[in-house]
């Protein structure tokens, strides 16, 4: 029997995450996904991948320090950026950086590398951003958490709260989703006991493939029909008698509401005077979801994660060009957790092909 992609085979045990798609929920390491995203921050639910548990207000204050004593960017690795071609996408550039890092061990992944790698890519795309003559390198600023650092780095402007919340909250969201595609890479690089940075950049390789990592670009375009259309209800209505996809609804894995899509919808709920984008996508689900029932009668569907994480991409005004490497922000996270959770149990991934050449 072959398994095409390895669809539907059990190869590793993980206390991280799991992924309920028939009952719509996502645990994270014993916690709903969705309560973590609203009511934690980056740093408590980053803790919690990395040592198993929430931290008190003691170790909160510890990994908030952590974070901000490891945003400075090396020389060498100034040089690096600086050096790469301008035709290079952000996530080409994320990787050849990270490749780079100099790591505290080689033989065993650390959280204290994990920390490192992480709080470095905003100061990484922004660099960037200044060799490639976007805007300035904005000066490194020790008083904003992550998220909102992450935020004013790739933009260079000052974080408000009503929008840095729903980012945050996206980043919580999209840090773990089980053994997906680049996961697996990492932690099949870290299976030959190669070190952290050669497994991350093995990650952030598969993340650029559009089958994982695309953007949630076909959502943007959406919405922006919706902005420009006299009657929104007509328009969803010519694109589902059309048979064309509306782009943010439906997900492969849960069968019913997305928890992602749930939490961040509730945050954009919360802020949605905060700006049109945040207004617009409530909108559109809602005339969406009426035209649905009434052209599709029973037949479900609802929004994923990627929906809300347009509207917030637009209000941020981020570049569509920087929104995988956004994801990548959030989900190495993951990655570090599933690289040090490999080691403790290493067992080297060898899966068998079937030869279908020509025999001797």
Known sequence: MIYKGLKGVVCTETKLSKIDGERGKL???GYSAKDLAISRSFEEVAYLFWYGQLPNEKEFKWIQDQFKDNRE???HLKNIIKSLPPSLEMLDV?????SAVEVTSNERP???DSIKLTSLIPSIIAYRLHALGVRSFPSIQRDL???AHYYYMVT???PKQEYIKPLETYMILTMEHGLNASTFSARVTTSTESDLASSIASAIGTMKGPLHGGAPSGVIEFLNEASQSDDISDLIRHKVKSGEKLMGFGHRVYQT???RAMALKQIVHENQKADKWFELALKVEQVAIDVLAELKPGRNLYTNVEYYAAAVMKALDIDSSLFTATFTASRIVGWTAHVIEQRQDNTIFRPKAKYVGPTL
């Open 145 to 147: 958490n992550h998220v």
């Open 257 to 259: 509401l997305d928890p």
């Open 156 to 158: 260079g402007r000052e």
């Open 73 to 75: 960017l090396p020389f």
């Open 94 to 98: 994320l990787r050849t950086a990270i």
């Open 110 to 112: 650390s959280i204290d």
């Open 27 to 29: 645990i994270y390491a």
